[in-house]
């Protein structure tokens, strides 16, 4: 297999200072929020890899800057071997942002409510020129919708439905890789699993290579190849489902999945996660996870641990042996 997606040492700062004149007057310093911190991961061809980390983690920025809609501070991102920000040839880098794609959380807000279906789906096409004909009614029957709502409007079409639509405007036009932003986040937890089971099928089918996004380990156990868990910005964590969720090493992926809603259905009673997340303006010394850590010792205060792998997981943790259950 070869990655399609190759992210190295990728960061991202955002400036969250007071304007210059405020902070001339009142003696302020910068103020860098760093939001995202030498993550590096490959995507396999034909393979999901799901991105997990509560909210404000980094997860939507490392999203927007593989897709190319926000730039690195540092660090590269390279698809089908381009890196979108460096590329020269404007040709090849046409060529491979056409085979991208990008699902956002809120189908309500990401359709335009003004057009038809028809249009919404079409338009990546028609954009550049292509045939369109038929497009958008074969593409509502493959995503389980009708063919006769083409000529309907968004508001008249569910949560679920509308995020149908969203799947079918991405597959228009014939992407290889899509970056799912908590496709699902928004949905009720029936229909969740319908429009999941709906991805799974047509990544399948079209042979797509997905990035997805969640805040829920549990979304993605059943989707996902490879598993990377995302604290304040860092990777922790990376291993196949059945590692991660069988030992998992790191005591941030503990603690994720104990929270999580048990299997069974019943006897539901969610523990939430412990403790707040720190500022990502001024993040804890060494580990960033140590001031929640049930077993941090000086060392975690003092040195900042290297994701290092330990068997089929990559783990940033000093004491990752000892941890796994
Ligand atoms: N445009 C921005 N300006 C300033 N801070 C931002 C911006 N976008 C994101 N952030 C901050 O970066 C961190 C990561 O955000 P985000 O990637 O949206 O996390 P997630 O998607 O995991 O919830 C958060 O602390 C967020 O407040
Ligand atoms: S490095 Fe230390 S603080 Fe961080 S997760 Fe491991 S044991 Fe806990
Ligand atoms: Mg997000």
Redesign the pocket.
């Known amino acids: 297999m070869t990655a399609l997606v190759r992210v190295r040492d990728l960061s991202r700062t955002f400036d969250v200072s007071k304007p210059w004149l405020n902070r001339l007057l009142e003696r302020l310093p910068k103020r860098l929020l760093t939001a995202v911190s030498d993550v590096s991961f490959d995507i396999e061809e034909r393979s999901v890899y799901a991105l997990v980390g509560e909210s404000g983690s980094g997860k939507s920025t490392i999203g927007r800057m593989i897709v190319g809609l926000m730039t690195p501070s540092d660090g590269t991102v390279e698809i089908e071997g381009v890196d979108l920000m460096r590329e020269t040839d404007t040709a090849r880098l046409r060529e491979v942002r056409s085979d991208i794609q990008m699902i956002f959380q809120d189908p309500y807000a990401s359709l335009n409510p003004r057009w038809k279906v028809r249009d919404i789906i079409a338009e990546p096409v028609a954009a550049k020129g292509g045939a369109t004909r038929g497009l958008a009614e074969r593409l509502l029957e493959q995503v389980g919708l009708s063919a006769a709502d083409a000529d309907k409007f968004p508001h008249e079409f569910s949560g679920g439905q509308r995020q149908r639509i969203c799947v079918a405007r991405a597959l228009a036009s014939e992407p290889r890789l899509i970056v799912c932003d908590e496709p699902t986040s928004a949905l009720d937890v029936s229909v969740q699993a319908q429009v999941l089971n709906l991805m799974s099928d047509l990544k399948d089918e079209f042979g797509l290579t997905y990035l997805f996004i969640s805040h829920d380990l549990t979304v993605v156990q059943h989707m996902a190849d490879t598993i990377g868990v995302l604290y304040l910005g860092r990777l922790v964590e990376e291993a196949d489902p059945d590692t991660l969720f069988d030992t998992p090493r790191?005591?941030?992926t503990q603690m994720l999945l104990e929270a999580a809603p048990r299997m069974d259905g019943f006897g539901r009673e969610v523990v939430p996660p412990q403790g707040e997340i720190p500022d990502p303006i001024d993040p804890p010394t060494g580990?960033a996870?140590?001031p929640r850590?049930p077993?941090?010792?000086r060392r975690?205060t003092e040195e900042r641990?290297e994701l290092r792998r330990i068997g089929a997981a990559r783990v940033a943790?000093?004491?990752a042996e000892e941890s796994a259950r």
């Open positions: 790191h005591p941030y580990c996870y140590h850590c077993i941090a010792i975690c641990p943790c000093h004491r």
